[in-house]
């Protein structure tokens, strides 16, 4: 009932369907105890293109892409990824978690850490060998962190963990990209690499999906924009939904109406 | 006497014992691993304070049905069962109420010790009770092992380092980075159960020789001594099994050569005494090696300070900077720089400049991170490079 309410109120107004979309949500409600985090929320990603997820502060972005992979367990909601439930489809994902979920004291390298990436292909006992290892440094090339490789992983700085956890995605050679926070505290060139390596990927037709916080870099970097506020407010390019009408609904008082005259497009 | 215990001269039942304690030791070394690393640790402390109230009503079960209860496979089924119950409970009040997974444990680890006290209690009052020997399960006994004991414990530790092995991969995963690992299909909550499984196992098998309450050490305290000694998580889980092995090698041999001695608590001891000679001399991780790198990085940064300063013409205020300039040859006492110390105070400032054009140039990053204001330019870069770096000097900072 839940989901086609939802449908109803946000009818399907892209060409994406959902047996096209890399990633669409159905009717996605979770919430941590009685208060709804993320309520009643239609997606629908449209391939080959780099989206942000958008909004305030607990306004549900993270938790509505945990609860998309099924780390969190939705209340209610289905997810299905190009077409097919997302159970089926785990290999054409590729995840990057928040730097800060994980404890960096691990007894890990960096190049372990990448090699993670590929332990769906090594399967439980699978060796290690030469070709997987050039791999994992090849995807440590592409985030620049090639000498990085056998230091401990305690060692790095924030951004540097960051691109660690983007070349494990890489290693993955997943369709679909899903990052959450990927830009939030790391340094200038970090941000540099990591957005240069995510148009690489769209440019090759794959699917970016970022939980993003910065608004003043949407419109470079970003081709669609998702807002959220525990409810869809809006979805589509960036041109004609990063607007100030929808920046308006999902920020409501919390930007003043200058900064989003200077953000927005019109 | 210590040396023929240590080298199984001490007849049989000495052998057995040490052998069996030494393949618990590796077990529990390497089944504890991962617990440790995902950080739940305690919860083996509440699965083996649950196994008593199971032990206890187990041979209860087997005097009413007309055995003497001693029978040691039917003692630890019920062990097993009722730590089962025990670790289902901590879960659940982890998950399913606001209430902390420490408290979780407290909880379920007192009350289920206490059970099995008032338990034991009851059972010494029963006529068959008074030799049951059930107290041995908490401190452990090993004057009476079995051949067959020696086997169920061998069969078991084989077991766990063969499982350990299996799930080594979703085991790393699970602890460190659990949300990535459910990214990418794995069912985090089975690894879970799996891991809790293992442990449960090597816990229940531990009873006999080290005993409810300090079972626990056994599997924290090797993971712990091994983690001072690498950074790599496979290496971790070898040594781990290789210093639960040693102490429990030792402690029962030990144990065998002085009489009186129970075998678990010295375990535990032997255990302790890798633990804190790891935490004094291990390379990286250790107290020593940790100070030592204090005093040398601050020597380094006075000294650098003191160059800087006198390549400045600043005043030096610090005594400590003015001994260690005067003890290098740099500096008078009085802090005058000497000839050779203008030429170091020289280079020092111009790999200040070096720096500060590597710094904003990201094609340097790797040499950037070396960056610590101390680490002389000329290890970290190429002739090549430095040529390169130093033609982007601004004119005005070069110093001949």
Redesign the interface.
């Known amino acids: 009932m839940s989901i086609k309410l939802a449908s109803e109120r946000h009818p399907e107004t892209g060409q994406t369907s959902r047996e096209d979309s890399p990633l669409a949500v159905r009717g996605m409600t979770v919430s941590y105890g009685q208060k709804p985090a993320v309520f009643s929320v239609d997606m629908t990603v449209e391939p080959g293109k780099m989206t942000a997820i958008i909004g305030p502060n607990g306004a549900g972005k993270s938790t509505l892409l945990?609860a998309a992979?099924?780390?969190h367990k939705p209340l209610a909601g289905t997810t299905t990824v190009f077409g097919k439930p997302v159970?089926a489809q785990?290999?054409r994902?590729?995840?990057v978690?928040q730097r800060a979920?994980?404890?960096w004291d691990?007894?890990?390298?960096v190049i372990?850490?990448v090699l993670?990436g590929l332990?769906?292909q090594?399967g439980?006992?699978g060796r290690v060998r030469p070709a997987h290892r050039a791999r994992a440094e090849d995807c440590l090339t592409r985030v620049?962190m090639e000498?990085?490789a056998s230091r401990?992983i305690g060692q790095l700085?924030g951004g540097?963990q960051q691109r660690v956890f983007l070349a494990?995605a890489l290693a993955?050679d997943a369709d679909l990209y899903?990052l959450d926070e990927p830009f939030a505290g790391v340094d200038a060139?970090t941000e540099?690499?990591i957005i240069s390596v995510l148009k690489s990927l769209r440019d090759a037709g794959k699917t970016v999906v970022a939980v993003h916080h910065d608004l003043s870099t949407v419109t470079d970097y970003f081709d669609n924009v998702f807002l959220i506020n525990t409810r869809r407010i809006a979805e589509g390019p960036v041109k004609t939904t990063f607007v100030t009408a929808n920046l308006q609904d999902a920020y409501g008082g919390r930007l003043a109406g200058a900064q989003m005259e200077a953000l927005a497009l019109s | 006497m210590i040396r023929d215990a240590l080298l199984l001269q001490l007849g049989y039942n000495a052998t057995l014992v040490t052998l069996g304690a030494t393949l618990l030791g590796m077990a529990a070394g390497v089944g504890g691993t991962f617990l440790f690393l995902r950080k739940r640790a305690l919860v083996s402390d509440a699965i083996s304070h649950a196994t008593l109230p199971g032990v206890a009503l187990a041979f209860m079960v087997m005097v009413t049905l007309g055995g003497t209860g001693r029978n040691l496979v039917g003692l630890l089924t019920g062990a097993a069962l009722s730590a089962a119950v025990g670790l289902l409970l901590v879960s659940w009040l982890g998950t399913r109420t606001r209430l902390a997974e420490d408290a979780a444990i407290g909880s379920v680890l007192s009350v289920f010790f206490g059970f099995g006290i008032v338990l034991l209690t009851v059972i010494q009052t029963m006529s068959a009770g008074q030799q049951a020997g059930l107290e041995g399960f908490l401190l452990g006994s090993t004057a009476g092992m079995l051949r067959s004991d020696a086997m169920v414990i061998a069969v078991s530790a084989a077991l766990t380092l063969a499982l350990v092995m299996l799930m080594r991969r979703p085991l790393t995963l699970a602890s460190f980075d659990p949300e990535y690992a459910v990214s990418i299909g794995q069912d985090v909550r089975r690894t879970d159960l799996a891991m809790m499984g293992l442990v449960l196992a090597v816990t229940v098998v531990g009873l006999k020789i080290v005993g409810l309450i300090l079972i626990v050490a056994l599997l924290i305290i090797p993971p712990v001594t091994a983690r001072f000694w690498t950074e790599r998580t496979d290496h971790v889980v070898m040594i781990s099994g290789a210093v639960g092995g040693l102490s429990a090698y030792v402690g029962a041999a030990l144990s065998a050569a002085i009489p009186a001695v129970p075998t678990g608590p010295i375990i535990v001891l032997v255990g302790f005494a890798l633990f804190a000679l790891s935490l004094l001399v291990a390379p990286g991780r250790g107290v020593v090696s940790a100070l030592a790198r204090h005093r040398t990085h601050q020597r380094r940064v006075h000294l650098r300070q003191g160059l800087l300063a006198m390549a400045q013409g600043q005043p030096i205020y610090e005594n400590m900077t003015l001994r260690l300039l005067h003890r290098q040859g740099w500096a008078r006492p009085d802090g005058v720089p000497t000839e050779l110390g203008r030429g170091r105070a020289a280079r020092a400032l111009r790999d200040e400049s070096r720096w500060r054009v590597i710094r904003s140039d990201p094609a340097f990053e790797a040499a950037t991170a070396q960056d610590d204001g101390l680490t002389d330019i000329e290890t970290v870069l190429t002739a090549d490079q430095l040529a390169e770096v130093d033609a982007r000097i601004p004119r005005a900072e070069v110093v001949a």
């Open positions: 945990k992979l099924g780390i159970g785990r290999h994902i590729a995840y978690p979920s994980v404890d691990f007894p890990t390298r372990d850490v993670m332990y769906p090594l439980l006992l620049g000498d990085f401990q700085s540097q494990r993955q899903l060139a540099k690499a």
